[in-house]
């Protein structure tokens, strides 16, 4: 019994597909598509028109596929490759960083597709340096916000400590609301009071 959906049953018959109609199904797609030989070498690669140029694309043609990645990223495409040869599993998609000479890495996230029996493959990419580049922004600010953070926690250990060991009883006390926003200990000794019980007490009520 043949339990293979329609759709897939149709993918079968894209071998009978002319290259014109394949390259328009790639095109559609991907930003970016690598066609990878059974010895991993990069036959071909194909960038879409509104993906931004990167410097050294042209050049990967011809390359092997495991030197135009990052250490890191090896590992990844070769597990991609393999089982696109060997098995008939939906691809999974995984994140490639190609490498950029004076730049940053070019993250590409990849599908790997079996083309035929010689053991092509087709890998079908989408840019990620956009997402890159927004992420790296984030982390950025997020770094200026916690140095920002830091100084600010500084100059309150700076306050807090002179504001303590001052002998004279300080009070801050809102002009608005006229309540005390903040004493110090002299404050608290002065009114017999701790300093948590003088804290949001208006402040004209401390007196005849």
């Known amino acids: 019994m043949n339990t293979k959906s329609p759709f897939l049953y149709t993918l079968d018959m894209l071998a009978d597909v002319d290259t014109q109609t394949v390259k328009s199904i790639v095109a559609a797609g991907s930003d970016i598509a690598l066609l990878i030989t059974a010895d991993g070498l990069v036959e071909d690669v194909y960038m879409g028109p509104d993906t931004p140029p990167a410097n050294d694309v042209a050049d990967w043609s011809g390359a092997r596929i495991d030197d135009i990645v990052t250490e890191e990223s090896r590992g990844k495409i070769d597990d991609m490759l393999a ?5 008939d599993a939906p691809p999974r ?25 010689k053991g092509d493959v087709i890998l079908l990419g989408r840019d990620l340096r956009v997402v890159a580049q927004l992420h790296k922004r984030l982390v950025e600010a997020q770094l200026s916000m916690e140095l920002v953070y830091e100084r600010i926690r500084q100059i309150e250990t700076r306050y807090r400590v002179l504001f303590e ?8 006390v809102s002009s608005e609301t006229g309540r005390i926003i903040d004493a110090n200990s002299a404050a608290a ?3 017999s009071r701790e300093v948590e019980d003088l804290t949001n007490r208006v402040f004209a009520n401390r007196f005849e």
């Open 189 to 191: 000794r002065l009114f």
């Open 93 to 117: 998609w995984r994140e490639i960083n190609h490498v950029s000479p004076g730049e940053d890495d070019f993250p590409v996230r990849y599908a790997a597709v079996r083309t035929g029996s």
């Open 165 to 172: 060991t001052s002998h004279e009883a300080l009070l801050i």
């Open 83 to 87: 089982k696109a040869r060997t098995t």
